[in-house]
């Protein structure tokens, strides 16, 4: 199957892609010394096929998404590449899209901004009631949306959300992705984080999250924000697990991020606090003016398993009861931050008393472990002591 790799109107490369092993390679494009395409990430030489393929691939559900084999089975579709290429690749995130071969359409005609999507598939994921799924078009921005749980986007009145059922049954994750969106909003500002609301679906509890791109950007993340940084894959492949984040700083700076330092301290500082271990190459990027190219820093967006939901299956009791074991998993994922990293932003006092608004949170669940919000606040409090000594080295006189 061919088609044209398409930024708004403007053809970037054609690519083949075999459904039946899913293998993706570049056919056409980009030309050596294309200065757009190599700033866009599709650079040429013996890593394009490479670079390419994974965007391909980073537009599909994921693998890991709890309802992915019902979702297939009710489109008929043998893998989630396949569900893509049943529409155009659209996204709410960028203005990537495919073209198949003799079409004519126009980025005007078919994006989720100007034209009304079937919002008969947000029923019946969030209903789950997939079999429905068959009456609907799969030419939705869903099918290009990552992330393992049941998810579905709403436009309103109001504008576009992102719908998304918590990671357990009781839906006690939402009251921590709360919680996480609060302390954010803390350290990034009133008009630079992302803002998380509950609202109620189909008798039941979901978390909303509003759009965080205006109409003319779009969130570059994975690979292409490293190659667009001017990294090769092989390096890009290293850094995607964080195994330096100072290679994030790196890779924001180079493609024009002022405040790339700062923004990282924020972000980990972020994910230490409020004991998020579930920040990866999908949960950070930055925000790219699809017309003017100026990049910005995106937020963290992704609170899931915030405050106390570590790992899906992990049992809370076993926090509760055995507290060493938590503090080692505290001790093992939050111990990356750096005193060289830009400190002068951070005032110590404006997460004063956020320990008692944990303990408060959690307080009003019965299925919880009575002691739970206490231990979670002290996990909070021993994390703020190594993040006000980490700062304080940068900032001593």
Known sequence: MKRTLMLKNRELLDFEVDLATDE?????????????????????????????????????????REDL?????????????????????????????????????????????????????????????CKGLASCSPDVPDVTTGGHLRKAWERTEEGIHLLKEPLF?????????LLGAELCRLFFGQDAFQPLNIVERFGARLAASPLMLGRDEELVQRSRLFAMGGFSLSEAEALLGFASPRSLVDAMSRVGVADASEHVAKMFAFKA???????????????????????????????????????????LEAICSDPTFALFLC??????????WDWEWYDPQVLDGFEDRIVQAYASFSDLPPNFGRIVAQFFVMQRDYLNKTASVRMSP
């Open 273 to 315: 606090l409020a004991l998020l271990a579930d920040i990866h190459s999908g949960n950070f990027g930055v925000i790219r003016n699809a017309e003017t190219g100026a990049c910005r820093a995106a937020p963290p967006f992704d609170y899931d398993r915030a405050f106390g939901f570590p790992y899906e299956g992990f049992p």
């Open 69 to 129: 084999e019902q979702i297939l089975a009710a489109f008929g579709a043998r893998s989630s590449l396949e569900l893509v290429f049943r529409g155009h690749g659209l996204s709410l995130i960028d203005r990537l899209w495919y073209r198949a071969p003799g079409a004519t359409e126009r980025w005007e005609d078919i994006n989720f901004f100007d034209n009304e999507w079937d919002d008969a598939y947000r029923s019946f994921v969030l209903t789950r009631d």
């Open 169 to 177: 049954k009781s839906g006690n994750d939402l009251e921590g992705a």
């Open 24 to 64: 993706i390679r570049v056919l056409d494009g980009p030309e050596a010394g294309d200065a757009l395409l190599f700033s866009l990430g599709f650079g040429d030489g013996s890593d394009r096929d490479a670079f390419v393929a994974d965007i391909v691939r980073g537009r599909c559900l994921s693998p890991n």
């Open 331 to 340: 001790a093992k994922e939050f111990s990356d931050l750096e005193p060289s």
